[in-house]
């Protein structure tokens, strides 16, 4: 009977939490930009991983929802939540972490990406940290199946800022939202991984620069 009601509060919750995300995220006005990156390689047959940081990660899911792409939520309470709230808005969510069950997930997420035009968005530095610090895992299966990486940015004229061992935004109603996909990545099989790791926060401060860059002129 607990368990019962602790799937009926869960269940709920995400019912919630899934109505809160779409009123916020359609009450904003959206500036996007670079998504050609990602559709011209799925176009060509390519697997593509968007990449975001953690504390950015709800813009970028909320435009790519209702496509049937996949996403990662970790295998606690609150990664069950995601999923749930991930799935009723059209994403696949895969479950698992670096720390529990790691090598199933690696494995599972290799086989997805070697599917032609197959898109899964994964947070390099999530969920613990540290902060802009991308662990191996999204280098590692990229370099595997030879998928294309694209870089993330989002800025929001409103939101709200939760920090602990990051700064988490959620965007705020009625405010706009500045969406940047960045250039391709790609990592040869044989690359050494500290190579791909400064190349992959390069990338990511490079969007980030961009898309700062243009909110200034644009504002």
């Known amino acids: 009977m607990k368990t019962y009601y602790k799937n009926l509060l869960i269940t709920c919750q995400a019912v919630l939490a899934k109505w809160l995300l779409l ?10 930009r ?3 990156y990602f559709e011209k390689e799925l176009n060509n047959k390519k697997s593509v991983i968007i990449s975001t940081w953690h ?9 790519l929802a209702k496509k049937k792409y ?35 997930i690696f494995i599972e997420i290799v086989k997805i ?3 032609p035009s197959t898109l899964i968005g994964i947070t390099p ?26 870089p993330v940015s989002s800025i929001s004229t409103r939101n709200w800022k939760f920090v602990n061992w990051h700064t988490f935004f959620l965007e705020k109603p009625f405010g706009k939202i500045y969406l940047k996909y960045g250039n391709p990545l790609t990592f ?20 980030e620069e961009e898309n700062r860059e243009y909110v200034k002129k644009n504002n």
């Open 113 to 115: 990406l070697r599917q």
């Open 70 to 104: 996949y996403g990662l939520a970790g295998l606690n309470r609150d990664g069950e939540l995601i999923s749930r709230v991930g799935n009723q808005l059209g994403w696949k969510i895969l479950r698992g972490s670096s720390s529990k069950g790691g090598s199933r």
């Open 34 to 36: 670079g998504s050609e």
């Open 23 to 32: 009123i916020i995220y359609k009450t904003n006005r959206w500036d996007i």
């Open 188 to 207: 040869k099989i044989d690359d050494e991984f500290e190579f791909c790791k400064s190349s992959l926060i390069k990338a990511m401060n490079n969007v």
């Open 55 to 63: 504390g950015q990660l709800l813009t970028p899911f909320m435009h």
């Open 125 to 150: 530095d999530g969920p613990r940290g540290p902060e802009k610090i991308p662990k191996a895992g999204l280098i590692k299966a990229a370099q595997k199946t030879g998928a294309i990486i694209i």
